[in-house]
């Protein structure tokens, strides 16, 4: 400390002597466009500090002066109390040389510099928003587009960076003096919220009759609501596109819905006014009703009551669990206040409600989900009977996403809207990978430094529309990211649309590219989000991913190793008879089991109802068009057939998830006797419990069936694990999404000592593949 006086500190303004410190503050994370800035100027006037915040390339960057005790505060309430959708990853703090005379507080413009920051996800409509939306005296009183900085669209309706109104699909709407005072006022809960306005100046609401006649109706909700309420199928503009929607209560309304979009028995998601009405249908517990009400708002997959199929009749049929979101844009709030009898203020938002909304994507033919107004109309003719719409156009396509609680924790069966593009962490700094992910549930991942960006949901790459949208996700997630990548990774498998697009990348931009197994992927997907650095046996339980000998894997013991992974064993084989098609009729691979036991005989008098039953036996005999699989859904699939639980499929993964529900209303069982063996090769055979699956009692085979799996499994990882001197195990792959299996398994082995790893924050399904596949290749590029 000095004595001279030249270089002493300077005076607080107020003359009372006290010493002042200055120091420069730089905070990374997601602090933009989430009201980050207006929140350090109303603390730095709580605490009396002076100094300016600006924005630039790489966060939010300040300088703060004033006693040093009110900078400490500034710090830990700078964390403590951030705005709720911003996420602090680290503060930098230095000294500097205090200002004299320095007063006052602004936000400075920002500053330009290389993009490293995140454009935040889209948010669930706030509770300020909520209170204004319901208060009659509110300029914004029932306006459908109601956000601020700490709500609201922000993914969906960007071009690309910075996250300003013009590169928005709000550039086109010039603010009202109001709003523009609100966005200029630092203090406001409205400075720089991008999406600001207001019924004066904002988009605006539109019902329109299914040949594009605008209806000319004073209340378009109020009139699509009644639509809905007498049978009809609305389309309604949500945050990341259309929803197909109509009462989930009315039977002939669910069963025409499915009709029209052609769907089979799939469930359909319903939407609920808030966690009490759930509760009318569902089990939630604390954790499923903090994932319910969570900001990103997905539709939470809940237990059943018994009676909920009587309510909801058809919506979720033969299974065990139904999806519930709660509403999300204030669009859907408003249709529930409607029905609530319009009432003032905020108390009825959490008494229960009987009205139920079936909420699905409107994506017809397995095509890409539809966002844009026109689009609508021409591609939903036939299956909706209105449209409810407004003209703030959704610019980048995100389906809702899909959770469940799993273990007392949140698991994803797909990812998107709310979620992307949050980072997820992968524990270590590598060069920029983008990964193609898969050719079902695809999604694409890039990453940067440490974080990698799984994109929303793209779907199922079997037409070209999905193909075509998955290539304007490559090119949205390069750009909003501002990340170029400088290695490509795929899968193996070359005919999917996905590994050609790799590869094309690539070659055009001569980068290395490097195609990663399948199953390695999955595996590396789970140890991504929770970085091991040693060795681990990988579990991964798949429906099919190509093997490295050409055949078709699915039921995996791997020894991974960052980049590199070894077959330490595999479920036994069995014969896909008719090749694709077996992996769609699940009694063909309940032939492939009779056959396999030398119970050809009883194939043809048991499924004399299939065409072609007579046929299968001669060709598994010749082993034609028989090629073999060792996928763990092929053996869900034999069991469900042999069951009689279900033959054909509709849906991927539909007969697995009809097992686990009658099992799991079964309840618990005890596993067959001998219902395995594990071959000196380390192949796991559980053909001896398909024998004994068919006597019939479906209930009690699926409960047997399971119980037998992760006995099973429990002893094949168990020992090989012991062999290989591993401690890990890391579960992947789509068949985790089954809960007994998934919940059996981790319990048992962790009973045995076993470290087991999961997947938490991507999909443990394909949906999860990309980011595998880039964790990968990073340490691929590391090593
Ligand atoms: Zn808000
Ligand atoms: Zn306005
Ligand atoms: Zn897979």
Not at 230 to 243: L, P, Q, S
Not at 451 to 479: I, K, P, R
Not at 500 to 518: C, D, M, N
């Amino acid at each position: 400390m000095s004595r001279d006086a030249d270089i002493a500190p300077p005076m607080n303004a107020d003359g009372t002597g006290a010493r002042l410190a200055r120091n420069r503050i730089r905070v990374r994370g997601v602090v933009q466009g989430v009201g980050f800035r207006p929140f350090v100027f109303r603390l730095a006037q709580q605490l009396d500090l002076a100094g300016w915040v600006r924005n630039d390339g790489a966060g939010v960057e300040m300088e703060v002066q004033g006693p040093p005790g009110n900078l400490s505060a500034l710090l830990a309430r700078m964390i403590k109390e951030a705005p709720p959708l911003a996420r602090v990853d680290t503060v930098e703090r230095a000294d500097c040389t205090p200002l004299t005379g320095d007063r006052g507080f602004t936000i400075r413009p920002s500053e330009g510099g290389a993009v490293t920051t995140a454009i935040g996800p889209d948010t669930a409509v706030c509770p300020a928003c909520l209170g204004e939306l319901f208060d009659p005296a509110n300029r914004r009183w029932r306006y459908a587009l109601i956000n601020c900085t700490e709500c609201g669209p922000r993914y969906t309706l960007t071009r690309h960076l910075p996250y300003d109104r013009a590169n928005t699909s709000m550039a086109g709407f010039v603010q009202c003096e109001t709003c523009q005072d609100e966005y200029d006022a630092p203090a406001h809960r409205r400075f720089h919220a991008e999406p600001n306005a207001c019924p004066d100046c904002g988009p605006q609401l539109a019902l329109v009759q299914a040949d594009g006649v605008r209806v000319a109706s004073r209340d378009p909700v109020a009139d699509a609501l009644l639509h809905i309420l007498t049978g009809h199928i609305v389309a309604i503009k949500g945050v990341g596109g259309f929803n197909l929607v109509c009462d989930a209560r009315n039977p002939e309304a669910v069963e025409r819905l499915r009709e029209r979009k052609q769907r089979g028995d799939k469930p359909f998601a319903v939407m609920v006014a808030n966690v009490a009405s759930a509760r009318q249908y569902a089990r939630v517990g604390n954790a499923e009703a903090a994932l319910l009400k969570a900001p990103e708002r997905p539709i939470v997959l809940l237990d059943k009551l018994s009676d909920a199929d009587m309510h909801l009749w058809g919506v979720a049929p033969d299974l065990d669990q139904v999806g519930l979101m709660l509403p999300n844009a204030p669009l859907h709030y408003l249709l529930f206040h409607d029905e609530a009898g319009r009432p003032s203020g905020t108390a009825w938002l959490d008494a229960p409600q009987p009205l139920a909304l079936v909420m699905t994507s409107a994506n017809p033919g397995g095509e890409p989900l539809v966002i844009d107004n026109t689009e609508a109309l021409a591609r939903l003719a036939g299956i909706a009977d209105l449209y409810l719409m407004h003209d703030r156009d959704v610019l980048v396509r995100c389906d809702d996403s899909v959770a469940r609680i799993a273990d007392g924790a949140p698991a994803f069966v797909r990812r998107a809207r709310g979620y992307t593009p949050q980072a997820i962490r992968i524990g270590r700094k590598g060069p920029p990978v983008l990964a193609f992910g898969s050719y079902l549930k695809n999604a694409v991942c890039l990453t940067r430094g440490d974080e990698a960006f799984l994109s929303q949901h793209v779907g199922d790459l079997s037409n070209a529309a999905t193909c075509a949208a998955m290539d304007a996700t490559v090119e949205h997630l390069m750009t909003v990211l501002a990340c170029r990548p400088e290695w490509i990774a795929c899968d193996r498998h070359p005919d999917s649309y996905a590994t050609q697009a790799a590869h094309r990348f690539a070659e055009a931009h001569e980068l290395p590219l490097i195609a990663v197994q399948h199953h390695h992927a999955h595996i590396g997907a789970v140890l991504a989000e929770q970085p091991v650095d040693e060795p681990v046996l990988g579990l991964a339980l798949d429906g099919v991913g190509l093997g490295d000998d050409g055949t078709a894997w699915g039921g995996e013991l791997l020894r991974v190793d960052g980049a590199s992974f070894e077959r330490l064993g595999h479920l036994a084989p069995l014969a896909l008879p008719g090749g694709d098609r077996a992996a769609r009729e699940p009694w063909r691979m309940a032939a492939s089991a009779l056959h396999a036991m030398g119970r050809s005989a009883e194939i043809a008098p048991r499924f004399a109802h299939q065409r072609g039953s007579e046929r299968i036996g001669a060709l598994l005999d010749a082993g034609t068009r028989c090629p073999p699989t060792t996928s763990m859904g092929r053996w869900f699939d034999a069991a469900a057939g042999l069951l009689g639980v279900c033959e054909v499929m509709h849906y991927e993964g539909e007969a697995a998830m009809r097992l686990e529900a009658l099992a799991s209303h079964y309840g618990p069982a005890f596993a067959q006797p001998g219902g395995w063996h594990i071959d000196a090769a380390n192949t796991l055979d559980l053909m001896p419990t398909l024998a004994a699956l068919t006597g019939g009692d479906a209930p009690r085979g699926a409960a047997v069936f399971h119980a037998t799996l992760v006995a099973a499994l429990e002893a094949w990882v168990a020992s090989t694990a012991r062999a290989q001197g591993l401690r890990t195990v890391a579960l992947g792959g789509g068949c985790f999404l089954n809960r007994q299996l998934a919940e059996g398994l981790s319990r048992r082995l962790s009973t045995r000592g076993l470290t087991v790893l999961r997947a938490r924050q991507a999909p443990t399904n394909d949906g999860g593949l990309a980011l595998g596949q880039a964790w990968v290749a990073i340490r691929a590029a590391m090593d």
